[in-house]
């Protein structure tokens, strides 16, 4: 059933400042509206939870990418297309860049922002991984002042997030310590842009002495949350690449994630896939392969 | 709240069309694409899918493309809009359309709005592109006549006439 604008309330304050009173005034009555990429296909679809809207499109607060020595901050309301296009975002987080460019199509990156895929939580986004990878943190702001969160704590269970209903997500801050990691990303899709992920990664690791002396191993659509495949990372540290590795690696994998059958894909085409992605990652690992 | 009233009352609001300032009475939640086909009667924006798939909805806002479907109009106010009806200077076809109809780029013509704009904003950011930057360019775009071969080649030759005039 479509939706009439008629029952909706649109509202666009100038100032990040106006918008966090807003939701302080009624918490969890308003939705923050950026690129509309999800919000406006709920809207269409007559599902959205709630009839008052309010626009953080462009609001200069949220649309920064700001270098300092130790890291980068990202602000929410920063597209798909901003990130692919910053140099050094490209030069440091090959991930992140990678991840942007199979989201939608160039008209859905022009939009589609990385706080709204944070906030959204779909399990099966392209970009979330990345961040896990990177160890990001975000930056959570309300009229009660700011907080710092780890990403790996952000996604409670599905669709679920620790973000208050008086928050907005303001900044994406990775380190900046990773840019000299081995990088991996993949997405097994029907196709590219315009398909939701069956399986996606982004992994990062080093090498030394012959041994992976560290390993960061992210997937989505795994789970009902982003998945970091921190048991895995785990039992791989120390070790050299070789069968049996690889071996313990996939099942450690196998048993960490838990997919579901649905319409696009099956728990054992995604456990299969699932392994085969840790099991490449490594391998291209260990031989110091070309980043990507 | 007196503001949520107000914005439950279609008010007025300006943008910019194909060059022209125009002012409409809208509702705020109204889609830009119902916007253009319905109040300013600029109906070569196509709603195909209605959820930014397929494309047929693209327009060029500030020079971006996007999917006219999935914009609240109000946050296109005072934004510079160019919708396919632009493209053209007078009867002086662009380059792009008259390359789309030398190399059979259009067949039954619901996509080629869509795919014309997607690949005017390809242009615009790589005047020389590759075949995988044009097979980028378009992914948001579907087709279901063509295969899109001619309108891979069609955008293909437009940017050789584009570079040699």
Same mark, same amino acid.
């Given at each position: 059933?479509?939706?009439?604008?008629?029952?909706?309330?649109?509202?666009?304050?100038?100032?990040? &400042?106006?918008?966090?009173?807003?939701?302080?005034? #009624?918490?969890?009555?308003?939705?923050?509206? =950026?690129?509309? *990429?999800?919000?406006?296909?709920?809207?269409?679809?007559?599902?959205?939870?709630?009839?008052?809207?309010?626009?953080?499109?462009?609001?200069? /607060?949220?649309?920064?990418?700001?270098?300092?020595?130790?890291?980068?901050?990202?602000?929410?309301?920063?597209?798909?297309?901003?990130?692919?296009?910053?140099? !050094?975002?490209?030069?440091?987080?090959?991930?992140?860049?990678?991840?942007?460019?199979? *989201?939608?199509?160039? =008209?859905? &990156?022009?939009?589609?922002?990385?706080?709204?895929?944070?906030?959204?939580?779909?399990?099966?986004?392209?970009?979330?991984?990345?961040?896990?990878?990177? #160890?990001?943190?975000?930056?959570?702001?309300?009229?009660?002042? #700011?907080?710092?969160?780890?990403?790996?704590?952000?996604?409670?269970?599905?669709?679920?997030?620790?973000?208050?209903?008086?928050?907005?997500? &303001? =900044?994406?801050?990775?380190?900046?310590?990773?840019?000299?990691?081995?990088?991996?990303?993949?997405?097994?899709?029907?196709?590219?842009? &315009?398909?939701?992920?069956?399986?996606?990664?982004?992994?990062?690791?080093?090498?030394?002495?012959?041994?992976?002396?560290? =390993?960061?191993? +992210?997937?989505?659509?795994?789970?009902?949350?982003?998945?970091?495949?921190?048991? *895995? #990372?785990?039992?791989?540290?120390?070790?050299?690449?070789?069968?049996?590795?690889?071996?313990?690696?996939?099942?450690?994998?196998?048993?960490?994630?838990?997919?579901?059958?649905?319409?696009?894909? !099956?728990?054992?085409?995604?456990?299969?896939? +699932?392994?085969?992605?840790?099991?490449?990652?490594? /391998?291209?690992?260990?031989?110091?392969? *070309?980043?990507? | 709240?007196?503001?949520?009233?107000?914005?439950?009352?279609?008010?007025?609001?300006?943008?910019?069309?194909? @060059?022209?300032?125009?002012?409409?009475?809208?509702?705020?939640?109204?889609?830009?694409?119902?916007?253009?086909?319905?109040?300013?009667?600029?109906?070569?924006?196509?709603?195909?899918?209605?959820?930014?798939?397929?494309?047929?909805?693209?327009?060029?806002?500030?020079?971006?493309?996007?999917?006219?479907?999935?914009?609240?109009?109000?946050? $296109?106010?005072?934004?510079?809009?160019?919708?396919?009806? @632009?493209?053209?200077?007078?009867?002086?076809?662009? $380059?792009?359309?008259?390359?789309?109809?030398?190399?059979? @780029?259009?067949?039954?013509?619901?996509?080629?709005?869509?795919?014309?704009?997607?690949?005017?904003?390809?242009?615009?950011?790589?005047?020389?592109?590759?075949?995988?930057?044009?097979?980028?360019?378009?992914? @948001?775009?579907?087709?279901?006549?063509?295969?899109?071969?001619?309108?891979?080649?069609?955008?293909?030759?437009?940017?050789?006439?584009?570079?040699?005039?």
């Amino acid at each position: 059933m479509r939706s009439d604008p008629a029952d909706y309330q649109l509202v666009a304050p100038t100032s990040l &400042q106006a918008v966090i009173s807003l939701l302080a005034e #009624e918490p969890g009555a308003w939705l923050p509206i =950026a690129g509309g *990429t999800d919000v406006m296909v709920q809207y269409a679809a007559g599902k959205l939870p709630t009839r008052k809207l309010v626009s953080i499109w462009n609001l200069p /607060e949220l649309r920064h990418i700001h270098f300092s020595p130790d890291e980068v901050r990202i602000g929410a309301g920063c597209t798909y297309t901003d990130l692919r296009e910053h140099e !050094t975002v490209k030069r440091e987080f090959p991930l992140l860049v990678s991840a942007a460019g199979w *989201t939608g199509g160039i =008209a859905n &990156q022009n939009r589609g922002t990385l706080g709204g895929n944070i906030v959204n939580a779909s399990p099966a986004a392209d970009s979330l991984p990345a961040l896990l990878a990177y #160890e990001a943190d975000l930056i959570l702001i309300s009229v009660r002042g #700011e907080r710092r969160l780890p990403y790996l704590e952000f996604h409670t269970g599905y669709k679920q997030t620790k973000l208050a209903p008086d928050e907005l997500v &303001q =900044a994406i801050c990775l380190p900046r310590r990773f840019s000299d990691y081995f990088s991996y990303t993949r997405k097994v899709g029907a196709r590219n842009a &315009q398909a939701i992920s069956k399986v996606c990664i982004g992994a990062l690791g080093r090498m030394a002495g012959g041994v992976v002396q560290e =390993a960061r191993i +992210a997937l989505g659509s795994v789970a009902p949350v982003p998945l970091r495949l921190v048991q *895995t #990372e785990g039992i791989v540290k120390g070790k050299p690449v070789g069968a049996s590795l690889l071996a313990l690696a996939r099942k450690t994998a196998a048993a960490e994630i838990r997919p579901i059958d649905d319409i696009r894909s !099956t728990v054992r085409y995604r456990s299969a896939v +699932a392994g085969n992605l840790v099991a490449e990652f490594l /391998e291209k690992l260990s031989l110091g392969g *070309t980043k990507i | 709240m007196t503001a949520s009233v107000e914005n439950r009352v279609p008010s007025e609001l300006s943008l910019t069309v194909n @060059g022209e300032r125009k002012t409409v009475r809208v509702y705020p939640m109204e889609r830009l694409l119902d916007t253009l086909r319905h109040h300013l009667g600029l109906t070569g924006a196509k709603e195909g899918c209605g959820e930014g798939e397929c494309g047929s909805c693209s327009v060029l806002m500030n020079g971006t493309l996007v999917n006219s479907c999935l914009i609240p109009v109000l946050q $296109a106010r005072d934004a510079d809009i160019v919708t396919i009806e @632009g493209l053209a200077a007078g009867t002086q076809l662009d $380059a792009l359309q008259e390359a789309f109809l030398d190399f059979g @780029g259009a067949q039954c013509g619901i996509c080629t709005p869509g795919m014309i704009l997607a690949a005017a904003h390809l242009l615009n950011k790589r005047p020389e592109p590759t075949m995988e930057d044009i097979r980028e360019g378009l992914s @948001g775009n579907l087709c279901r006549c063509t295969g899109y071969i001619q309108i891979f080649e069609a955008v293909a030759e437009a940017a050789r006439r584009r570079a040699t005039t």
